[in-house]
């Protein structure tokens, strides 16, 4: 990958968000409020509630930053290449180890420029901020740079799962600025408090202090990715979506409306949000046995193995993952050989193996998609690992 100067990222930071400024107050309601003077070089963390809101936060700090990215995004052939040359962003595996992604981190503020994280590493499914890394104070506080924390709300606007985005407003706020001789005098644990003070969003909690409504078409489509389990058969990954309208198998039906809740034919929805019932699937599936949790499955997929941002077919057929590991065609990978396991988008399985390799799922038809989040909640059960 070519290296360029910050001069030259930062004039094309200037051209691209010129462009993109328009498209994103075209989509959402945003803050329009300039953000203060940033130091000259800093280390950004923020929450991440919609999959472009990095692009969000660079153009609302009007600084050029190198912004974390998972590792799909360096095998994407011509698109990889645009992007590394527009931004060269740091990569990070998904399902494998960070220690590498924090070294490169540490060695752009010291030798570069600035560095951006979303520090949950993932988009929220519910509008509630997840935990982070325990290292990200100790990175923090070792950087030598200055500490900035956003808060992006807007979650209802264009949830992780759903296909289409809603008119509504989305706020990015500066949070704090901490100096390097302030984190200097404080203890990792007690700057990961900091930023999860300072990035901390309930999305539901926000509008039930301030509704907004957030109008828009098939505003139920593509629940299925986030929400798995039937609050009344309790079977898992047997809904579907269509326009406002989410539906099981067993007949249990719900609506979706434009300010984010759930209402049901002929009375109150047990859940009233995204966020409850996501709370309530985890919980129940936890509660369970490992040997009674239901099996997560799919046919017709592929496994890939990424190394050196390529991608190589090592097996095909049919998905199974239980207690006892993950099969997928010919493969089969114990569970305690399963390193880490995460997804991203809405829902492909990326995951990595003792021996460092890393692998991930998709469907063989390109344009068909599976519920990849059932293997990630079952995994978390099973390892007893919180998302």
Known sequence: MKKHSIRYYERVRKVVSFFLRPWFRHMFILDRDPFPELPERFLLVSNHVINIDPLMVIDRTRRFMFFVATEHLFSLGLVSKIICALGAPIPRPQGGNAAATVMDILRKLKNEGSVGIAAEGNCTWDGVTAPFLPATGKMARASGVPLVTVKVQGYLASPRWAFTRRKGPVHISLAGIYQPEELRKMKPEEINALIARDIYEDAYATQAADPQRYPGKRLAEGMEHALLLCPRCHKLDTFRSRDDRFTCSCGFSVRYDEWGYFTEDGGEAPFKTVRDWDAWQKEYLAGLAPEDLP????????????????????????????????????????????????????????FSDQAGNFYEILKEKKKVRYHGRKYLLLYQCLKGEKE
């Open 295 to 350: 099996a997560g499955e799919d046919t017709d997929m592929q496994l890939l193995r990424i190394e050196e941002h390529r991608r190589t077919q090592v097996s095909a057929g049919a998905l199974r993952f239980d207690a006892s590991g993950l099969k997928l065609g010919d493969r089969f990978f114990p569970l305690h050989e399963i390193a880490g396991l995460a997804v991203r988008y809405k829902g492909v399985v990326s």
